[in-house]
């Protein structure tokens, strides 16, 4: 899924790995999340005025997945349908909105090194999983820094 694409389906991320981002205006590509197995995925997609969504974030596969597909007309069905669904949505979405924002707050108030720790706590494996450049883009730092960091890390 690319930034501004339709959208209509939601996705559960049954097995693999997705990364969310954007390219930002100076063309720098801009990591700001994984997703692991077990996961909803979505590009944050916003209703405009022809009536569709489009996607406001980039979504690749970083390894072979298998996603379950989920329309949304499914999830307007579902809310209408099922007692307490408009729950089960709201927790979701407030759920992914607190993950943006503790990474953007964290970009302000963590030192890079600390963010390093983070990500091995928040996405168990990822580094094994990913390449050392999306794991900078996602620090906000550059692959030769993170490099650094790893060997720094190793000698301690």
Do not use: W
């Not at 690749?60 to 007692?83: G, V, Y």
């Amino acid at each position: 899924m690319t930034e501004g694409e339709k959208q209509s389906k939601l996705y559960y991320l049954y097995k693999g790995l997705i990364r969310y981002f954007f390219e930002s205006n100076d063309g720098e590509i801009r990591t700001y999340g994984f997703r692991m197995e077990n996961s909803l995925i979505t590009g944050y997609a916003q209703h405009n005025n022809q009536n569709e969504f489009r996607a406001e974030v980039s979504i690749e596969c970083l390894e072979d997945c298998e996603l379950i597909e989920i329309p949304f007309i499914a999830t307007k069905d579902m809310e209408s349908n099922t007692p307490n669904a408009h729950k089960v949505a709201r927790y979701l979405a407030e759920s992914q909105i607190i993950e943006l924002v503790r990474f953007i707050k964290d970009l302000d108030k963590k030192s890079i090194l600390d963010r390093y720790f983070d990500l091995e706590e928040t996405y168990p494996g990822i580094q094994q999983r990913v390449t050392q450049k999306s794991i900078a883009s996602y620090l906000r730092i550059t692959p030769v820094h993170l490099s650094r960091i790893k060997k720094s890390r190793n000698k301690s």
